[in-house]
């Protein structure tokens, strides 16, 4: 197997420093950077719904979506935006990893949120009742310990197949609401912090897949915190009702300094 070019750019980087702190200059740095081969795959969170500056497509790709950001930051060979608004974990196997091959050093990736019934869960409990609304999260967390692990295994062994050489990010979804904040109408605090629990409950269960694959986790939970809805400074859309799609999904602010930071961090 070879070295990803992206750890290669990684060790060249720090020769390249020690090379000018001891008067060596830096003309012999190594520009490898630029060689990296990015895919970045995933549901709505990877494509920037809520960020607006759509690409014009259904997936509604945004380019003030982290991957996006990070692309146009660091200038990689290729960047190959697959991410699609809606996807489930049979989207990314059928439709997403043909763009993978052996010659790919860097994947990211959100999934798992729209198999356990995210929107689903959302959409009860703004328009029905508390008991409602809990029975639905007890539903999804069943879910998640039943039958997500499984599929979160079949989209990673895919990704690792195709590309057998990449560093493969997977970053999770943030707690959606501060609890006892500045929200005075809508959900119960008993429905926020069960939302907030399940949010918690699917991320352990993909750290743990992610950790099993060799995969990175990227927790995007502490650079939400004090940017939940509620915070009085959200980086997450409440219901929109002009725009639907948009509810509860990071905003520009939150794809820039809710992931783009923690992915970064990951490399």
């Not at 005075?184 to 918690?200: C, P, T, V, Y």
């Not at 897949?209 to 509620?230: L, N, P």
């Amino acid at each position: 197997m070879k070295m990803s070019r992206l750890v290669a750019f990684s060790s060249s980087f720090l020769l390249g420093a020690a090379l000018a702190l001891t008067g060596a200059g830096v003309a012999n740095a190594d520009s490898s950077a630029a060689a990296v081969d990015y895919v970045a795959l995933g549901d709505s969170y990877s494509s920037g719904v809520g960020a607006g500056s759509y690409d014009g497509s259904s997936c509604k790709r945004s380019s003030r979506a982290y991957p996006a950001l990070w692309a146009a930051a660091n200038s990689p060979s290729s960047f190959d935006f697959a991410a699609c608004s809606g996807a489930r974990t049979n989207d990314v196997t059928g439709g997403q990893l043909g763009r993978l091959n052996a010659s790919t050093d860097l994947v990211s990736i959100s999934i798992g949120g729209n198999d356990a019934g995210f929107a689903d869960v959302m959409t009860t409990c703004v328009l029905q009742s508390e008991a409602t609304c809990l029975n639905r999260i007890a539903t999804a967390r069943a879910y998640v310990d039943s039958t997500l692990p499984g599929r979160l295994d079949s989209v990673y062994s895919a990704i690792r197949s195709k590309a057998p050489s990449a560093q493969v990010v997977v970053l999770g979804y943030p707690r959606f609401y501060q609890l006892g904040g500045s929200c005075i109408a809508g959900l119960s605090e008993k429905e926020r912090a069960a939302i907030n629990g399940a949010s918690d409950h699917l991320n352990t269960a993909t750290a743990k897949r992610a950790a099993d694959h060799g995969f990175t986790f990227g927790d995007v939970r502490a650079t939400f915190t004090g940017h939940e809805i509620c915070s009085g400074n959200s980086w997450l859309h409440s219901v929109n009702w002009l725009n639907i799609g948009e509810s509860y999904h990071p905003t520009a602010a939150g794809q820039s300094g809710g992931y783009l930071p923690v992915f970064k961090s990951a490399l």
